[in-house]
């Protein structure tokens, strides 16, 4: 079994500021990792995805995300913030052998303050 | 390439009602995945149709079903609507296949909002 934890549910930031989304994951199967973003009254976009190779990958919209092994972690990143990234963003796994399953934490709302 | 496309996007129905959702995946996509979204519960898989077989499942009851078309189309119906079934339901498509790291990867529609009533 699998499940996600998002370590915090909302949080608040200023414009041009760094941000740190943590995610958590606990799988029994080797598992590939996501960070989602949903817009109000939207579905969601991929933002990024780790599958195999280099930890450290890069998203769109200037986003980053470091996969940690030993720590089973998946934490995304920004070094600036802007107003239009205010979001909820969703961190997800997905199991090896299940590919059309994807397995969600419960979200952490991001807001940006000018 | 046009993505997902979700129809109807709102939806009201009344208790003890059936709806069916209907979603296109992206063109070559022969995988597509239905989600729940709710408040309390987050977004929940209810389940996956590759080349028209339900392919894996989540822990839904059985008023929860789908299908999938030799096109690739899949719907979903939701029989004896409770009020808890209020929620957006998201569909996904992915290119599928047994093989290549790529079939994991989803893409999300726009989903539908049903309000039961």
């Known amino acids: 079994a699998q499940s996600v934890t998002q370590l915090d549910s909302q949080v608040p930031v200023f414009e041009e500021a760094p941000v740190e989304l943590r995610c958590n994951y606990s799988?029994?199967?080797?598992?590939?990792l996501f960070w989602y973003v949903q817009y109000p009254n939207q579905g969601l976009q991929l933002l990024l995805k780790?599958?195999?190779?280099?930890?450290l990958v890069k998203g769109i919209n200037g986003f980053e995300a470091e996969f940690n092994k030993s720590q089973t972690s998946f934490h995304l990143r920004k070094p600036s913030v802007h107003i239009s990234d205010t979001a909820e963003y969703f961190c997800?796994?997905?199991?090896?052998?299940?590919?059309?399953?994807?397995?969600f934490g419960q979200g952490t709302e991001l807001s940006v303050k000018p | 390439k046009a993505g997902v496309t979700q129809t109807p996007r709102y939806l009201i129905k009344t208790r003890g009602q059936q709806v069916t959702l209907s979603c296109s995946p992206i063109?070559?996509?022969?995988?597509v995945s239905w989600y729940q979204q709710t408040p309390g519960q987050g977004l929940q898989f209810l389940f996956e149709?590759?080349?028209?077989?339900?392919?894996n499942k989540g822990n839904f009851p059985g008023r929860f079903s789908g299908r999938q078309f030799s096109n690739s189309r899949s719907e979903m119906n939701v029989s004896t609507l409770e009020l808890g079934d209020s929620a957006l339901y998201l569909c996904?498509?992915?290119?599928?296949?047994?093989?290549?790291?790529?079939?994991?990867?989803?893409?999300f529609g726009a989903g539908t909002r049903l309000s039961v009533l």
């Open positions: 799988s029994s199967v080797s598992v590939y």
């Open positions: 996904a498509s992915s290119p599928g296949g047994l093989a290549g790291i790529a079939k994991n990867i989803q893409y």
């Open positions: 063109s070559g996509h022969r995988s």
């Open positions: 997800a796994v997905s199991p090896y052998n299940q590919g059309g399953k994807l397995i």
């Open positions: 780790y599958l195999s190779g280099s930890t």
């Open positions: 149709y590759f080349s028209e077989t339900q392919r």
